[in-house]
């Protein structure tokens, strides 16, 4: 059974640090891009961040640029999103997700491109 399990979420005040992971297991994601979405209380959801297969190409939504770090792990089978300088604006539930084309060059920030979603983890940046 494929499953993401995100975790690292809770509740912080704004102007900390929060480092979120992801742990994919029931098949290789090593040629997969992955990514990280947010959907905020009463807001659809939304991209953050994504990373190619091989980590040489990132992308990062202009709200969270210079702030957030996505990285991966594929000996692990992990990716990780490193959230520094929090906005109250942050909060919302994050959720992992995989883009099962194999090795795509450019990571995708579409919604619809990924095929595996994780239940996501709560963010909640208090001011």
């Known amino acids: 059974q494929v499953q993401l399990v995100e975790s690292g979420g809770g509740l912080v005040q704004a102007g900390a640090s929060l480092r979120l992971s992801c742990a994919a297991s029931g098949r290789s994601f090593s040629n997969d891009a992955m990514g990280w979405f947010r959907q905020g209380p009463g807001k659809e959801r939304e991209f953050v961040a994504a990373i190619t297969w091989s980590g040489g190409s990132v992308s990062y939504a202009d709200s969270v640029k210079g702030r957030f770090t996505i990285s991966r792990d594929n000996s692990k089978n992990t990716v990780s999103l490193t959230m520094n300088s929090l906005k109250p604006t942050d909060t919302a539930v994050y959720y992992c997700?995989?883009?099962?084309?194999?090795?795509?060059?450019?990571?995708?920030?579409?919604?619809?491109?990924?095929?595996?979603w994780g239940q996501g983890t709560q963010v909640t940046v208090s001011s």
């Open positions: 997700a995989a883009d099962t084309m194999p090795r795509r060059p450019i990571p995708s920030r579409r919604f619809g491109t990924y095929d595996y």
